[in-house]
């Protein structure tokens, strides 16, 4: 991943899914070919449902991504259901494609399956990559509101050091819409020595099925001024995507702004999206670099 410096101005870069129905497999293309002419920073290629599926999945787009837009690509691989084998083999196949950027993770824990022992955290799956494979460069997730799981917030930090004190150059965080939660975050990593950048996962929400869904998974703390929007344009689906643009515009000025390392835009494949968002911001990113991050003249 090309980690900038917050001197060479902040990073800009996608997240996408592999798509799982024909359609979505042509639509892919069409997505990928507008956002190429965006030049991110990186694209990266999330890894959902069967994890042993991943070379004709998230690997194939990645390798795609790479080789044919020549964008770096990062590869998401969640561990908890696969053993030291089955990740040497999906090393030696992202090697193979080129793809040499892992965002590693544990993943979820479905209650029902029983994961496997090799890789209890992604900090075991950080470790274990670089000792079979030392040259790729390998990034974390990380939780400004904490993770779920963890039993609090000191605990979740501890780990997260652990997990870069493992190799981890870089770490992406969980969607937020308050930015504050963002930068108290990023201060209790400076606090903890966690010294690497931390790149702002932003997710637009453009649509009342994403955002019912949203609230009804996520822990994000949805501010008055975010669920206004919501309750404001439930029923125009045009005003509500507007306004998901806008509240995401605003995100992203106020985290370029106060100097953030990396914005990771997550486009649920909308490359429409993702061109309105960069054409609104992209002055930002540009008039950052080679800029020292701000120095906070009224705390
Ligand atoms: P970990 O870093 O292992 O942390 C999990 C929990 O365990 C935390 O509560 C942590 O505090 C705690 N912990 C960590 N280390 C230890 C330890 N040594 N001892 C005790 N407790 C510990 N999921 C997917 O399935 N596919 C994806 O493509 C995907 N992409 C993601 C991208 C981003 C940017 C983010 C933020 C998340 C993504 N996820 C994805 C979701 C992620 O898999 C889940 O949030 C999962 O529950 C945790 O994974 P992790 O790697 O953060 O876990």
């Known amino acids: 991943m090309n980690s900038k410096s917050s001197s ?21 293309i069409t997505t990928l070919g507008a956002l190429q002419g965006l030049s991110p920073d990186f694209i990266s290629v999330t890894c959902s449902g069967d994890k042993t599926k991943i070379e004709q999945t998230t690997i194939k787009l990645a390798d795609y991504v790479a080789n044919q837009l020549h964008i770096p690509a990062v590869a998401h691989l969640p561990a908890a259901y696969l053993d030291k084998p089955q990740v040497a083999r999906i090393l030696q ?24 022992n090799d890789f209890h955290y992604a900090d075991d799956l950080v470790r274990f990559i670089k000792k079979c494979a030392p ?11 904490v993770h779920p799981e963890s039993f609090n917030q000191l605990s979740d930090i501890r780990f997260l050091k652990q997990k870069t004190a493992a190799g981890c150059k870089h770490l992406t965080t969980q969607l937020f819409f308050d930015n504050e939660i963002f930068f108290d975050f990023e201060e209790r990593c400076r606090l903890a ?7 702002a996962g932003v997710m637009p929400i453009t649509n009342r099925k994403q955002a019912l869904r949203l609230i009804k998974t996520s822990a ?6 975010f669920t206004a929007i919501l309750d404001r344009y439930e029923h125009d689906p045009a005003a509500l995507r507007d306004a998901g643009i806008a509240y995401a515009v605003d995100q992203i000025a106020d985290l370029v702004t106060q100097g953030v390392a990396g914005v990771h835009l997550y486009t649920m494949n909308n490359a429409e999206t993702a061109r309105t968002i960069f054409n609104a911001t992209r002055s930002l990113f540009r008039a950052c670099q080679n800029e020292p991050a701000p120095q906070v003249l009224f705390a």
């Open 220 to 225: 994000a703390k949805l501010p008055r001024k």
């Open 8 to 28: 060479a101005g902040p990073t800009f870069s996608f997240e996408i899914f592999p798509p799982n129905t024909q359609v979505g497999a042509e639509k892919i």
């Open 93 to 116: 196949k992202l090697e193979a494609a080129g793809v040499t950027r892992i965002l590693a993770l544990r993943g979820d824990i479905d209650p029902a399956v029983a994961p496997k």
């Open 135 to 145: 040259h790729f460069e390998v990034s974390g997730a990380c939780y400004p509101e």
């Open 193 to 199: 020595e966690i010294n690497v950048p931390v790149l």
